[in-house]
């Protein structure tokens, strides 16, 4: 089982259409750990760690979005994995 951790930065209409909330209950389902916050530059960041096969499914579903966001583009980079364990939560900084 090979763990991946990566920092997404996701640009579009991203705030204020629950995308954080979405994203949460998302990386939670696919038992992932990490982070969502709002950025004061309106993109969305993403701090995700877990398995392999299931950081890239967050990373495809982070393409779409909660239902009313427009995802414009999802930049990705990946990381040392820090062996992250904590439930996957929303960040209000």
Not at 32 to 43: A, E, F, I, K, Y
């Amino acid at each position: 089982m090979t763990k991946k951790r990566v920092v997404t930065r996701v640009e579009g209409v991203v705030q204020g259409v629950y995308f954080r909330d979405y994203a949460q209950k998302e990386a939670r389902e696919l038992e992932l750990s990490g982070w969502v916050r709002n950025r004061p530059d309106g993109t969305v960041e993403a701090v995700l760690e877990g398995e392999t096969e299931k950081v890239e499914q967050m990373i495809a579903w982070l393409h779409t979005g909660s239902p009313q966001a427009e995802v414009k583009t999802v930049q990705v980079t990946e990381e040392q994995p820090l062996g992250d364990k904590t439930a996957f939560a929303i960040r209000y900084n």
